[in-house]
């Protein structure tokens, strides 16, 4: 593929007896913003970190734009470490300078790059200020502007919404999709579903080691069972349960919330409220990502 895809191909890692990856395979497509879940432990940041070139895979290639990452290639990559990796003494502006520098930039070009990353996140009046001396969610905002200050062809982001209030959220998501507009395949990792959720175009999720889901929201959630609640006045107590693929998981005053295993039809449902009498409501409840997630790390139905 050689259309500025990152391509994470069959990559494992173990650390002594633990098992890190297990052939872990997914890909992050130009313009995509690909949201990397998974519980403590699951691989993310290993993960991460062999994109990056900071740990070695045992076996497996990541590639991008075609050919395998190398060490020259890597400079192309913008990365959000999760362990943060600033310099506590260097005043903000300085180290942003310096990093792009260190990435062929010239002065002129470096200063004028990490002026406009520190106006677009809102980092204006700390430009003077040492890293150290800034709260956690501005020293988070500065490591975006590390990532990016370099304008790289990827973006590697490990956990970057951790810490964040919610105005800066706004920010990181917004230069997120700016980004990913321009063409940049993003991948990001967050224990904070919702925003994965809304944000992001795919999913990935991991569980000890192995992508066990990878598709978009809509996409996943289709694939699940989803519940539906009936409300049916005048339906005898147990109207729905023995309807094939159906599970009844209660029946009061308010209806009758019903569980569909993924192949089965809810116009089937709906024929056996309608044969008891007149349905006053019929409403379908996709589940969440939090809920997909919980059935994909516990392996139960998702609901
Ligand atoms: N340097 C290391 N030495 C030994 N084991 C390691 C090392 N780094 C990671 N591991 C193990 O590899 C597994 C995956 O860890 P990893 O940090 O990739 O998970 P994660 O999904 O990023 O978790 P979290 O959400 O908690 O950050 C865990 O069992 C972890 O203990």
Redesign the pocket.
Known sequence: MGDRTLEIDRVS?R??K?T??DSVTFDVRPGELFGFV????????????IVLGV?AADSGEVRFDGAAVTHETRTRIGYLP?ERGLYPKMKVLDQLVYLAQLHGFSANEAHRGAESWIERLGLAERRGDEVQKLSLGNQQRVQLAAALVHEPDVLVL??PFSGLDPIAVDVMSDVLREKAATGVPVVF?S?QLDLVERLCDRVGI?RS?QIVACDSVSGLTAGAASRITVLAPDAPAGWAAHLPGVRVLSENGDGTLVELAPDIDDQTVLAAALATGPVREFTRHHPSLTELFRSAVTGEAAS
């Open positions: 890692k650390f002594g633990v890190a990856l998974g519980s403590n432990g699951a691989g993310k940041t290993t993960t991460m970190r740990l999760e490990d956990e990792s224990h991991i080691g």
